[in-house]
């Protein structure tokens, strides 16, 4: 049973930087063809990518939000962890993990996803 | 990169039919077809409904079909239930060094009357 959950602060401060947990289970990202996106979704907003990371530790971006981003992973742990530096209160968003296929394209199993929300 | 056009809303009665449209680029929608369609009930994480422009998961109901037009990819729901109230999105792969690796649409509310 495939399975994640993200973790993080509810509430950031503009110019903080936020870091995301997303812990998963029932797969493995080492195994070829596994990857791990990071989607967000402002309130009453459509879904925006923001990152990948695949079984190869290649990684890809948001070309729009590329130099705010990193992603990273812990195979060991089943976890990857997404960073945005100099957060906005337009930021402020639903933010989900979804295991990807690196062959189909397809985000196949999501978190719950976490709300963050940026504001002084 | 500019996100697929959707329509805002579609709605149609029980057991009727609709389609929503999903419009795109040759270089997303119409250059691959790793189009997908996500179902979202209010308050809940998205669900995987259409991978590969047709392909439905194990688990979704067959009243959901998926298609593809040139830059236009399209998701029908038959036999409209009450259930399938909700939004829609359909997203596609891109590849290109200076777009992003993934666009969604825009989103649809789907509502039954």
């Known amino acids: 049973q495939v399975t994640l959950r993200e973790s993080g602060p509810a509430l950031v401060k503009p110019t903080q930087t936020l870091t995301l947990t997303c812990t998963f289970s029932?797969?493995?990202?080492?195994?070829?063809?596994?990857?791990v996106s990071w989607i967000r979704q402002p309130p009453g907003k459509a879904l925006e990518w923001l990152a990948l990371?695949?079984?190869?530790?290649?990684?890809y971006y948001s070309t729009s939000l590329k130099t705010r981003l990193t992603i990273s992973k812990d195979t060991s742990k089943n976890q990857v962890v997404l960073t945005m530096t100099n957060m906005d209160p337009v930021d402020t968003a639903t933010y989900y993990c979804?295991?990807?296929?690196?062959?189909?394209?397809?985000?196949?199993?999501w978190g719950q996803g976490t709300l963050v929300t940026v504001s002084s | 990169q500019s996100a697929l056009t959707q329509p805002a809303s579609v709605s149609g009665s029980p057991g009727q039919s609709i389609t929503i449209s999903c419009t795109g680029t040759?270089?997303?929608?119409?250059?691959?077809?790793?189009v997908s369609w996500y179902q979202q009930h209010p308050g809940k994480a998205p669900k995987l409904m259409i991978y590969?422009?047709?392909n439905r998961p194990s688990g979704v109901s067959n009243r959901f079909s998926g298609s593809k037009s040139g830059n236009t990819a399209s998701l029908t729901i038959s036999g409209l239930q009450a259930e399938d109230e909700a939004d829609y999105y359909c997203?596609?792969?891109?590849?290109?060094?200076?777009?992003?690796?993934?666009?969604f649409g825009t989103g649809t509310k789907v509502t039954v009357l």
């Open positions: 040759s270089s997303d929608v119409g250059g691959y077809n790793y």
């Open positions: 979804a295991r990807t296929s690196g062959y189909d394209f397809t985000f196949d199993y």
């Open positions: 590969e422009v047709s």
């Open positions: 990371i695949d079984w190869d530790d290649d990684k």
């Open positions: 997203s596609s792969y891109t590849s290109s060094s200076t777009l992003n690796n993934y666009v």
């Open positions: 029932g797969f493995s990202l080492s195994t070829s063809g596994m990857c």
